[in-house]
């Protein structure tokens, strides 16, 4: 079993990778540790020269749009190509997903569901 930052659900975390552009040496480290410091991310992993970020934070808290947010203030963007547009869009419909569990309330086995 791994461990968790404090704060994190295992239940409702979500590992993304994004394709960047723009990433240097003066806003890597700058991007990381903005990222790295927001309340209930787990882990955050940019690697200058392959141009990728690797992200983990409890999206039920949190989501790619606020995470792409961050690497554009900073002077980096997401590679503009069908495949990363693609993929930006498959993480967005998954924090939603996990948002809209978080916030579900089970009901009994044995009562009607509410309407």
């Known amino acids: 079993m791994s461990e968790h ?3 994190i659900n295992p239940g409702f975390l979500a590992k993304h990778s994004l394709s960047l552009r723009g990433v240097n040496e003066s806003n890597a480290q700058i991007i990381a540790e ?3 410091e ?3 991310v787990d882990g955050v992993w940019l690697n200058e020269r392959k141009q990728t970020l690797k992200i983990a934070y409890d999206a039920s808290h949190h989501n790619i749009d ?3 947010a961050i690497v554009e203030k900073h002077g980096a963007a997401i590679k503009d ?3 990363s547009r693609t993929r930006v ?3 967005r419909q998954i924090d939603e997903n996990i948002k809209d569990n978080a916030r579900h309330e089970a009901h ?3 009562k009607i569901p509410p309407h």
């Open 66 to 68: 606020e995470m792409i």
């Open 5 to 7: 930052r404090s704060g």
């Open 34 to 36: 903005e990222l790295d």
């Open 81 to 83: 190509n069908w495949w």
């Open 89 to 91: 869009g498959w993480q």
């Open 38 to 40: 927001l309340p209930c």
């Open 108 to 110: 009994c086995c044995n």
